[in-house]
């Protein structure tokens, strides 16, 4: 997928298509450089496939995308950068979803690759790799569609006149589908990602895990115990058989995050980004914009603002901060990244209910910080300063703490510690705003030349341990005995530091283990919460479960509580959808747009 062979984008994007993201498409004569033959020559295929997951890192990495799977849940908050909507559920419309349907462009390339790809000349197995890579880049692309707006238009034959009519298929059709594809997927693809496709493009093993986690999908939906049943016999096939595929679970929590295991054996499947115009659209400086990596400037605060200096002081009853009368303690640099201010953790203070006084991040998910490694290896809670500051408890030179995000909350706050004066600012979880709080560091990328340019690390959209947490998930729908089992392989590597001894490694462990009475379905999101937060799954978490509302309400009452409602689970469809579709039976909002919405 990094390393796929160089072609021009522009000319393998298929005009003469029914939904594009251009406004005017339909009024347009459809000008194109592929006609259908030429999807049945070598070149053809692959450049079919490459432009598809071109337009994949296209969203993957962006800000809006990102945003769209973390704002207005149990886990975050609104950044003071962020726009409110999708965070308080407030005003959101088709309008806000417009190019949403634009996916279906490469839909229609897919479907150029599967119906005329098989007369290629190719040799057999190579005519397999290639089938089996447009198999699941289809199913990936309905199974995103589905989640995110219900029924939608299935689209299954290579389209090369325009049409100005359409319709939705049922929910069931699109899944029955997606299963197809994910199933013909498994049985081309190779075990191991095979020239040309390297780096962590599909192959059999992120099918298998696809399939499983939509046989687990759908079971919620329908509560189907069949469809739990082919979920778990899948992903613990899986897991049994993990070498066969390459993959595996590294020894410590934070090596999943490493730079230098981008592409190594727990990242399943990835988006790739990178400063090499052959793999994409990546522009230096780009604050924006299609195929730019942002995810990790998304969870970052204003360090270098005028927020926070040596002197300043915090004020419980509007909880704001006072800015002091020293400059601020940090200049921008590429170590600490770029602020973008969009979304935070969420440390409010529940006020009413069964969680009054609680505050999620800190006494519900990460309430064992002592032995679970997972709260410090996903949070930047202590931040050096790069430039002298001077304030009233001295002076602040690069290499001192200027910041300390402590996940307690420490009397001495902002300006001592353990009753001893401290230089720089402490910060209790109860200090944290929409200007100030613990960055996420996961996606951290110290590779850039400039502080302004974003991310060239993929973003991973699969890892291994989601592969034990959705076994779990159906283990626990089937009542089978195994759930716990497979949540404490997760839990007892999160208990692991470099530090320590063996014998306090597995004294952790075992401090760590779970039994079957413990495993609810609120544990179990709180362990994905431990896992995976920032890493964007969480909103699909919730509606898979059909816990949005109940977590959100239960959890984030104040910003996104008094507004959010069932129908939530679903967003709008794309207005400028609704919009181009002005023949046949299915015409205008009432046909098309999803129930609550206007």
Same mark, same amino acid.
């Given at each position: 997928?990094?390393?796929?062979?160089?072609?021009?984008?522009? +000319?393998?994007?298929?005009?003469?298509?029914?939904?594009?993201?251009?406004?005017?498409?339909? @009024?347009?004569?459809?000008?194109?450089?592929?006609?259908?033959?030429?999807?049945?020559?070598?070149?053809?295929?692959?450049?079919?496939?490459?432009?598809? %997951?071109?337009?994949?890192?296209?969203?993957?990495?962006?800000?809006?995308?990102?945003?769209?799977?973390?704002?207005? $849940? @149990?886990?975050?908050?609104?950044?003071?950068?962020?726009?409110?909507?999708?965070?308080?559920?407030?005003?959101?419309?088709?309008?806000?979803?417009?190019?949403?349907?634009?996916? %279906?462009?490469?839909?229609?390339?897919?479907?150029?690759?599967?119906?005329?790809?098989?007369?290629?000349?190719?040799?057999?197995?190579?005519?397999?790799?290639?089938? !089996?890579?447009?198999?699941?880049?289809?199913?990936?692309?309905?199974?995103?569609?589905?989640?995110?707006?219900?029924?939608?238009? *299935?689209?299954?034959?290579?389209?090369?006149?325009?049409?100005?009519?359409?319709?939705?298929?049922?929910?069931?059709?699109? %899944?029955?589908?997606?299963?197809?594809?994910?199933?013909?997927?498994?049985?081309?693809?190779?075990?191991?990602?095979?020239?040309?496709?390297?780096?962590?493009?599909?192959?059999?093993?992120?099918?298998?895990?696809?399939? !499983?986690?939509?046989?687990?999908?759908?079971?919620?939906?329908?509560?189907?115990?069949? #469809?739990?049943?082919?979920?778990?016999?899948?992903?613990?096939?899986?897991?049994?058989?993990?070498?066969? =595929?390459?993959?595996?679970?590294?020894?410590?929590?934070?090596?999943?995050?490493?730079?230098?295991?981008?592409? !190594?054996?727990?990242?399943?499947?990835?988006?790739?980004?990178?400063?090499?115009?052959?793999?994409?659209?990546?522009?230096?400086?780009?604050?924006?914009?299609?195929?730019?990596?942002?995810?990790?400037?998304?969870?970052?605060?204003?360090?270098?603002?005028?927020?926070?200096?040596?002197?300043?002081?915090?004020?419980?009853?509007?909880?704001?901060?006072?800015?002091?009368?020293?400059?601020?303690?940090?200049?921008?640099?590429?170590?600490?990244?770029?602020?973008?201010?969009?979304?935070?953790?969420?440390?409010?203070?529940?006020? +009413?209910?069964?969680?009054?006084?609680?505050?999620?991040?800190?006494?519900?998910?990460?309430?064992?910080?002592?032995?679970?490694?997972? %709260?410090?290896?996903?949070?930047?809670?202590?931040?050096?300063?790069?430039? +002298?500051?001077?304030?009233?408890?001295? $002076?602040?030179?690069?290499?001192?703490?200027?910041?300390?995000?402590?996940?307690?909350?420490?009397?001495?706050?902002?300006?001592?510690?353990?009753?001893?004066?401290?230089?720089?600012?402490?910060?209790?979880?109860?200090?944290?705003?929409?200007?100030?709080?613990?960055?996420?560091?996961?996606? @951290?990328?110290? $590779?850039?030349?400039?502080?302004?340019?974003?991310?060239?690390?993929?973003?991973?959209? =699969?890892?291994?341990? #989601?592969?034990?947490?959705?076994?779990?998930?159906?283990?626990?729908?089937? !009542?089978?005995?195994?759930?716990?089992?497979?949540?404490?392989?997760?839990?007892?590597?999160?208990?692991?530091?470099?530090?320590?001894?063996?014998?306090?490694?597995?004294?952790?462990?075992?401090?760590?283990?779970?039994?079957?009475? #413990?495993?609810? *379905?609120?544990?179990?999101?709180?362990?994905?919460?431990?896992?995976?937060?920032?890493?964007?799954?969480?909103? +699909? #978490?919730?509606?898979?479960?059909?816990?949005?509302?109940?977590?959100?309400?239960?959890?984030?009452?104040?910003?996104?509580?008094?507004?959010?409602?069932?129908?939530?689970?679903?967003?709008?469809?794309?207005?400028?959808?609704?919009?181009?579709? $002005?023949?046949?039976?299915?015409?205008?909002?009432?046909?098309?747009?999803?129930?609550?919405?206007?």
């Amino acid at each position: 997928m990094k390393r796929l062979k160089k072609f021009s984008y522009i +000319t393998l994007a298929v005009s003469a298509l029914v939904f594009s993201s251009c406004n005017d498409l339909l @009024d347009e004569q459809p000008r194109t450089q592929i006609v259908p033959s030429f999807f049945s020559t070598p070149g053809g295929l692959l450049g079919g496939i490459a432009g598809v %997951y071109n337009s994949i890192r296209g969203s993957y990495g962006t800000e809006g995308y990102t945003l769209q799977q973390m704002a207005g $849940t @149990d886990e975050h908050l609104r950044g003071g950068g962020a726009g409110p909507d999708f965070f308080t559920y407030n005003g959101i419309d088709g309008n806000d979803f417009n190019g949403g349907f634009g996916v %279906y462009t490469s839909i229609n390339t897919l479907n150029g690759i599967l119906e005329i790809g098989p007369t290629s000349e190719l040799p057999e197995a190579t005519k397999n790799l290639y089938l !089996g890579q447009a198999f699941f880049l289809r199913a990936f692309l309905y199974f995103d569609l589905v989640q995110t707006y219900g029924a939608v238009p *299935l689209h299954t034959e290579f389209i090369t006149v325009p049409s100005k009519s359409d319709k939705k298929a049922s929910v069931d059709e699109i %899944y029955a589908l997606i299963i197809s594809d994910l199933t013909e997927a498994s049985n081309r693809l190779p075990n191991q990602v095979t020239a040309p496709f390297l780096g962590k493009a599909a192959a059999k093993g992120a099918a298998l895990y696809l399939l !499983g986690k939509v046989y687990l999908t759908r079971g919620w939906l329908n509560d189907n115990n069949s #469809d739990f049943q082919q979920a778990y016999t899948i992903l613990n096939d899986l897991i049994t058989n993990q070498a066969t =595929y390459g993959f595996g679970l590294w020894q410590d929590y934070a090596d999943a995050f490493a730079i230098a295991n981008d592409y !190594g054996k727990e990242n399943i499947f990835v988006s790739d980004h990178s400063s090499d115009a052959t793999y994409g659209l990546y522009q230096l400086g780009a604050s924006g914009g299609a195929a730019q990596n942002l995810v990790p400037w998304l969870h970052r605060w204003n360090y270098s603002g005028n927020v926070l200096g040596a002197n300043s002081t915090f004020n419980p009853a509007t909880k704001a901060w006072v800015y002091g009368s020293t400059t601020n303690l940090f200049n921008r640099d590429v170590e600490n990244g770029r602020p973008y201010l969009r979304v935070r953790d969420n440390s409010a203070t529940v006020s +009413t209910g069964p969680n009054a006084g609680k505050k999620y991040i800190y006494d519900q998910a990460f309430v064992n910080r002592n032995i679970d490694t997972r %709260y410090d290896k996903t949070f930047k809670t202590v931040w050096i300063v790069n430039k +002298t500051s001077t304030g009233s408890r001295g $002076t602040l030179v690069p290499g001192d703490t200027g910041v300390w995000f402590v996940d307690y909350e420490e009397p001495g706050a902002p300006h001592a510690v353990n009753g001893r004066p401290f230089k720089g600012i402490v910060v209790t979880p109860s200090m944290h705003t929409d200007q100030v709080w613990p960055a996420v560091k996961k996606q @951290d990328d110290n $590779t850039r030349v400039s502080m302004n340019d974003p991310s060239t690390r993929p973003v991973v959209l =699969y890892r291994f341990s #989601d592969v034990y947490l959705l076994a779990a998930e159906a283990a626990f729908k089937l !009542g089978n005995g195994e759930a716990a089992n497979l949540i404490n392989v997760v839990r007892r590597r999160a208990a692991y530091k470099k530090t320590n001894t063996q014998a306090e490694n597995d004294a952790a462990a075992l401090a760590m283990e779970i039994t079957e009475n #413990d495993v609810t *379905l609120d544990f179990i999101l709180d362990e994905r919460t431990r896992e995976f937060y920032g890493e964007g799954l969480r909103r +699909t #978490d919730l509606v898979r479960t059909k816990s949005l509302l109940a977590r959100v309400s239960a959890w984030n009452p104040v910003e996104a509580g008094s507004n959010i409602q069932p129908f939530h689970a679903l967003r709008p469809i794309p207005q400028d959808q609704i919009d181009r579709v $002005t023949e046949g039976d299915c015409i205008g909002t009432d046909c098309w747009q999803n129930e609550g919405y206007k």
